[in-house]
């Protein structure tokens, strides 16, 4: 399938992830960029919000109830905000709006005038932005249903799969068929999403790949950096220090290699920036409130965000106390003080305020602890220190077998160097400091695995590429930092000049701001520009098995042989092999069930029976019995060793088992293309 076909689709995605979140956005208050880049995360929560209340009401998760119930949960929000702005009218003895019932209806459902409108300068830094992201992934996919080939991908295809296959994504329960029936908790916002949207899985898989860091990341990342860096003015040289911020949230490499390797959680990661902007905006700051018409409005907007972060990955929990406590710590710990010395009523909000914080991580701790547990016990091999401090200078994490070795994002980098000088000269956006390095600490924690400082790391898998969006985020804030310092001395200098008496006069430190804000412009979009080529390699790695040098599961014929060879078994057909193999691929491409469809040891007996024993099939009757019972008639097996040509060759078997070692006189071949072949398991007795 061509990315053209797949454009119905996607245009549906994105109005889904924008339209209802912008609405809600604009309902309580927020500006314009700030409904935009927080609009997925709200829609995320809605998701989640949904998933549940349909389980327990025992209604199907579908394209079309998903939209109904979105639509049914946006009016009373919609209603509710126009509703209180109107008392808030009334309160403060403005007049009710004058006209016919229906201009009276529009006045009050009309969202509150806050912030600029659109500007197009802005909107062409987001077409660039997009375009350099959504080059790197188009050309790194290739056509839009291949499938990726990490290990994780496997897993989530097939969850997704299932998801849709079964009409739930209640996130206790409905992915049970990935634990071998057990019931676990495991968040669905990501599968639930990429069930409702009308192509096969891997097509609608690789949409939220596209979307996300097209679109999503960058309009997150535009709409934090509006909301901490105004511009004094809508010409293009004094909005420099935004526009080349948009730009330059390309260079971060982060969302690339999880959107690429772990789609729940790089989905949270590209919901993330959308989300902080609006905790940027509801925290209490000094003068005048930007991009909100409404505290309470703020706050309530910021919560839904979190909240959908949360339901897509839990670990987003983490992740917004480590960019949000930073942030509301700085400006918090001031208002604080001030109402803590106001007297005792105040002293007791707060520690009201303060307990309740506590006895809800404390209630999260309890009930989560089960996941919480696996976490802690979480173990990888130890690494270098000093190599993940070189990957975070080089935003690198992950990428070494790439060539370039992410050379592009260290010019980002620098550039946040000079903004951390200026952040504490200036007394802005300190937090991001304490954000960047809180997680370069828990990049270095991930990899001593041996010692207690893992336990910090722990919510991150010990995996340093999960914490290194974190540091980028931090990042690109400090380099816009650096931008705005230097914009804001040039144009001191450049105002004294002209009022001077001697306006002709040569300014040395005129001259230096305006070229050192020159080059770093010019160096962080041309990182950009370089860091799409780079982009596009991270994303092929897993999917083209051409050039990915890491173990692969399916050649490009194999993905054809098996979407061929699925039209020619039944449909309650289910399929045994090696999962490795590419076999557990026939349930998300084809919608034929398989037996392993992931690529985990299972502890399920008859899997278990079946996995030790399968080579004894003609003389054990044992594997016949639980094969029957599994529904599993039909084999699948791949001779090629080297998948296609794979530099990195073929993926091997992820635990010991004997599924390669079918006798081939027990198996009659269905069909096959030479390497790969599809059998029926003739020696229990049946047939087709």
């Not at 969850?159 to 634990?179: E, H, K, S, T, W």
Request: charge should be positive; aromatic fraction near 8%.
């Amino acid at each position: 399938m061509t990315w053209l076909q797949a454009l119905p689709a996607a245009a549906f995605l994105l109005a889904f992830l924008l339209a209802p979140g912008y609405l809600v956005g604009r309902a309580f208050g927020l500006a314009r960029l700030q409904s935009l880049g927080a609009a997925p995360a709200i829609a995320a929560a809605a998701v989640g919000a949904l998933t549940v209340l349909y389980r327990w009401g025992g209604v199907p998760w579908r394209t079309g109830t998903a939209l109904a119930g979105t639509l049914a949960l946006l009016a009373p929000c919609l209603a509710g905000a126009a509703a209180a702005r109107a008392w808030a009218r009334r309160r403060h003895g403005h007049p009710p709006a004058a006209g016919s019932g229906w201009e009276r209806l529009r006045a009050r459902l009309r969202p509150p005038a806050v912030g600029p409108g659109p500007w197009w300068p802005l909107g062409g830094a987001l077409g660039l932005a997009a375009a350099l992201s959504g080059r790197a992934v188009i050309t790194g996919i290739g056509p839009a249903d291949k499938p990726m080939q990490a290990s994780d991908g496997v897993w989530h295809l097939n969850a997704a799969a299932y998801v849709r296959d079964l009409a739930d994504a209640y996130p206790i329960g409905a992915l049970a068929p990935m634990y071998w029936g057990e019931v676990h908790y495991y968040p669905t916002g990501w599968h639930a999403l990429t069930a409702i949207v009308p192509e096969p899985v891997a097509v609608s898989a690789n949409l939220t790949v596209l979307v996300g860091l097209a679109v999503v990341w960058p309009l997150g990342c535009a709409s934090l950096l509006s909301a901490l860096f105004s511009a004094p003015s809508r010409r293009i040289r004094d909005a420099l220090p935004l526009l080349t911020g948009i730009v330059a949230s390309t260079i971060a490499t982060g969302p690339f290699v999880l959107m690429s390797t772990l789609w729940p959680y790089g989905w949270a990661v590209c919901l993330l920036p959308g989300a902080v902007s609006l905790v940027m905006v509801a925290r209490p700051r000094r003068g005048e409130r930007r991009a909100a018409a409404s505290r309470v409005g703020g706050w309530l907007a910021a919560g839904f965000a979190c909240l959908g972060l949360v339901a897509v990955h839990g670990a987003s929990a983490f992740n917004l106390a480590v960019i949000g406590v930073p942030a509301l710590l700085v400006v918090g710990l001031v208002a604080i003080t001030q109402r803590w010395r106001t007297g005792n009523r105040q002293r007791m909000i707060i520690m009201a305020l303060a307990g309740l914080v506590v006895l809800a991580v404390a209630l999260g701790v309890i009930g989560f602890w089960d996941q919480l547990r696996m976490l802690f016990t979480y173990h990888r091999p130890s690494a270098n220190a000093m190599a993940v401090l070189r990957e975070a200078f080089h935003d690198s994490a992950m990428t070494r077998a790439i060539r370039d070795g992410g050379w592009g994002g260290a010019s980002l980098t620098v550039v946040a160097a000079v903004g951390v000088v200026v952040s504490v000269v200036r007394r802005r956006h300190r937090w991001a400091i304490l954000t960047a390095v809180l997680a370069v600490l828990l990049m270095v924690a991930s990899v001593y695995t041996d010692g207690p400082l893992r336990v910090f790391a722990s919510p991150w898998y010990l995996q340093r590429a999960r914490i290194m969006p974190l540091f980028e985020i931090a990042v690109l804030v400090l380099a816009v930092t650096a931008l705005e310092g230097l914009g804001d001395s040039a144009r001191g200098r450049r105002a004294a000049l002209l009022a001077s008496p001697q306006p002709n006069r040569a300014d040395w430190g005129l001259r230096a701001a305006a070229a050192l804000l020159a080059v770093s412009t010019v160096a962080l979009g041309g990182a950009a520009v370089a860091r799409s080529g780079f982009h596009h390699y991270v994303i092929a790695f897993s999917y083209q098995p051409t050039i990915s040098r890491w173990p692969m599961m399916l050649s490009e014929e194999e993905i054809d042989f098996i979407r061929a060879s699925a039209d020619l078994l039944p449909e309650d057909a289910v399929v045994l092999g090696q999962p490795t193999n590419g076999s557990a691929y026939y349930w998300s491409l084809t919608g034929v069930d398989v037996v392993y469809p992931t690529l985990r040891r299972y502890a399920e007996a008859d899997r278990r029976i079946v996995a030790r024993h399968a080579d004894e099939i003609l003389d054990d009757p044992q594997v016949c019995a639980a094969l029957d019972r599994l529904g599993a008639h039909y084999y699948y097996t791949d001779d090629d060793p080297t998948e296609g040509g794979a530099p990195g060759g073929a993926e091997t078997p992820r635990w010991s088992n004997q599924l390669d070692e079918l006798p081939r006189e027990a198996l009659t071949r269905v069909a096959t293309d030479g390497d790969h072949t599809l059998w029926l398991i003739s020696a229990c007795g049946w047939d087709q």
